[in-house]
């Protein structure tokens, strides 16, 4: 009994020790549970974070459901190893408390022997079922925690699956990956062939632009032969008539004043000339002078007749004829006294179209053009059409600006300063037009100071006299020559069917003879002063028609 009792604290000491161990075995299972938990919350982020990933960067359907099916795989990796880990934890759980119900039940048999030593009867059967009842919670414990592992190298064996899954969805998706970009390659290849074709047919439709235009353009490099109206009048108008010509600043309107003063003179008739600088005031002054003086018709260009409504209606009812040219105005007879009109809209949208021709056949169908407008010139508006008509409807790789400027810059001479602006501000720009050509005297020399005459070519319509010497010398690339001394001509020319009383379309509606001139044009017909006249016999027609030939 002595050596019973000398036991009894070394096996207490052993069951506290004991009972400490299976303290710690439980606090350590609640922490690999609670890493586990926090493992699985991380691998869900990390899955939903792999799967957004996926539908944002997946070009293809095929590589973003691959995506996604692996991060869902790996999410149920991850919740699969929290189970494991879960079941691992229950499992020490389960051994912790069984091993507390041995440590309980070792108790009770020292708790026995105690009695027993001690000779209670009372004690000892007390001893006895508190060790029978430790004694069963052990068994039972002993049985969860078996419970506890089986479950436990289930789920093991559930994770060691789940990883499996997703390792082979994480295959299957690094192959879809790779066929995307496999396809993203060959895509990228296909698009590059299919641009590469795009650009092989605009060059052939610019080719195909350029050859077309090119046919159009070759009737017009001879000189003309016909002055438009040929049909003889029907009498010899008679002499003695006096004409006024409101003459406007441009070298062009002396031109044609010169025109009518050399035909009126085979007529028999006098001209005299009245100056104004094509503004509102000036126009409506010449025109009231001219009232004043009360002639037999008045011939007038690039006015609009709203400045002078008031001496057109005078003049309209004294039957004074009124011949226009370079204008808008319209031609409407005794209606408005307007009875003829000289190089208006048709006229000038022709030389826009044979100006854009000749553009898509030496750009190859891929013209840049500025073109110069002066809005204070309305019949310009023709030209401008012509172009942008042309370019539209046979160059698909051609393009057209129209650039304002006003009669004050062209007066002033700030034009050509306008024109290299224009061109520096539009770096693709290989061609500049002027729709006259006084509206481009000294673009080409300031075109040349800006460093820019190897990328620009001048062209235009209606070449004065420099612009021929400029053409002939290679500085100047094509103009669209029309005989502005011709101009006068046909306005004397209505005049002469008017007088005599004959049908006036033929002389209103014949355009003027036109000619491309280039460095390689040949057969220009010029005067001793160096301005174009186009058809050699001009003068022989023109008499021949009025019964003087």
Request: glycine share 10%.
């Amino acid at each position: 009994m002595k050596k019973i009792r000398l036991l009894l604290p070394a096996l207490i000491a052993a069951l506290a020790i004991l009972a400490g161990a299976c303290s710690s075995e439980d606090s350590d299972a609640r922490d690999l549970a609670q890493q586990a938990l926090d493992e699985a919350r991380a691998a869900r982020s990390e899955a939903a974070a792999a799967t957004a990933d996926a539908g944002t960067n997946a070009s293809g359907v095929g590589e973003a459901l691959a995506a996604a099916e692996a991060g869902r795989a790996e999410a149920a990796a991850a919740s699969a190893q929290a189970s494991s880990a879960g079941a691992d934890a229950a499992a020490a759980l389960a051994e912790a408390s069984a091993a507390g119900a041995a440590a309980d039940a070792a108790a009770a048999a020292a708790a026995l022997a105690l009695a027993t030593a001690e000779g209670s009867e009372e004690a000892i059967r007390a001893a006895e079922a508190a060790l029978a009842e430790a004694q069963a919670e052990a068994q039972a414990a002993q049985e969860l925690a078996a419970a506890a592992q089986s479950e436990a190298d289930e789920a093991r064996t559930a994770a060691e699956a789940a990883q499996s899954e997703a390792d082979d969805a994480r295959s299957a998706a690094e192959a879809a990956q790779s066929e995307a970009d496999e396809a993203r390659t060959a895509a990228a290849e296909a698009q590059a062939q299919a641009d590469s074709a795009q650009a092989q047919a605009d060059s052939a439709q610019a080719q195909a632009d350029a050859a077309e235009a090119t046919i159009g353009v070759s009737d017009l490099l001879d000189s003309p032969t016909s002055i438009g109206p040929r049909t003889p009048l029907s009498a010899t108008p008679e002499p003695g008539k006096t004409l006024i010509w409101i003459e406007c600043p441009t070298p062009g309107c002396v031109l044609v004043g010169d025109g009518i003063t050399d035909a009126a003179a085979h007529l028999g008739w006098t001209v005299e000339r009245i100056g104004h600088d094509l503004t509102p005031e000036g126009t409506a002054g010449a025109m009231a002078q001219a009232v004043a003086q009360n002639p037999d018709a008045v011939l007038i260009s690039g006015s609009v007749n709203a400045f002078y409504e008031d001496s057109l209606a005078t003049l309209n009812e004294r039957g004074v004829p009124v011949i226009d040219s370079s204008s808008v105005n319209e031609v409407g007879g005794a209606a408005n006294g307007i009875y003829g009109m000289v190089q208006g809209i048709p006229q000038t949208t022709a030389y826009g179209q044979v100006l854009g021709s000749w553009l898509v056949a030496d750009s190859g169908g891929n013209a840049k053009v500025l073109v110069f407008n002066v809005p204070d010139v309305p019949v310009l508006t023709g030209f401008n059409a012509g172009i942008s008509a042309v370019m539209a409807e046979t160059c698909t790789n051609c393009e057209v600006e129209i650039v304002d400027v006003s009669f004050a810059d062209l007066l002033g001479g700030a034009v050509p300063g306008l024109v290299v602006s224009a061109l520096q501000a539009n770096p693709d720009a290989g061609y500049v037009a002027c729709g006259f050509g006084d509206l481009c005297i000294g673009v080409i020399g300031a075109i040349a100071e800006a460093g820019l005459a190897d990328r620009v070519k001048l062209t235009g319509a209606l070449p004065n006299a420099g612009d021929f010497g400029a053409i002939a010398a290679g500085d100047e690339a094509a103009f669209v020559a029309a005989p502005e001394y011709m101009i006068g001509w046909r306005k004397v020319d209505i005049l002469a069917a008017f007088f005599v009383g004959d049908d006036l379309t033929e002389a209103q509606t014949a355009l003027l003879p036109m000619q491309v001139i280039t460095p390689a044009t040949t057969g220009i017909v010029r005067d001793d002063g160096g301005n174009y006249i186009g058809v050699a016999d001009y003068e022989a027609q023109f008499l021949a028609r009025w019964g003087l030939g």
